[in-house]
């Protein structure tokens, strides 16, 4: 059973910055592609971004286009979200996933293998 777990997340004002991070126990977060997904209240869960093993971008949600970037490093076995320039609209769970590397349906299905615990994003205007 692989857990995983985000930090980094908090309050900011419209504008500013935040960085999540993902680890796994074990270090067995570079044996899956990771993505990040959110959900604000009263409203689905939905895919942010989503990474491969080899570090290249497989999705990444048209709402943080040029404003998140999803990073790996796989020396630290890790995975991040950059996000930048944060709107209100941004506020949000956000959760770290992991999910076969092999069969991609789960991200659109959002059915990873792996989910983690949440973390809050909030964005005041």
């Known amino acids: 059973q692989v857990q995983l777990k985000e930090s980094g997340g908090g309050s900011v004002q419209a504008g500013g910055s935040l960085r999540l991070s993902c680890a796994a126990s074990?270090?067995?977060?570079?044996?899956?592609?990771v993505a990040w997904f959110r959900q604000a209240p009263e409203k689905e869960r939905e895919g942010v971004a989503r990474?491969?093993?080899?570090?290249?971008?497989?999705d990444l949600n048209d709402a943080v286009k040029g404003r998140f970037a999803i990073t790996q490093d796989n020396a630290k076995d890790m995975v991040y979200l950059q996000m930048n320039n944060l709107k209100p609209e941004d506020t949000a769970m956000y959760y770290c996933a992991a999910g076969n590397c092999y069969w991609h349906g789960w991200y659109a299905a959002r059915t990873p293998d792996y989910w983690g615990q949440g973390n809050q994003v909030t964005v005041s205007s």
């Open positions: 074990e270090h067995t977060l570079k044996n899956y592609c």
């Open positions: 990474i491969n093993r080899a570090g290249s971008i497989l």
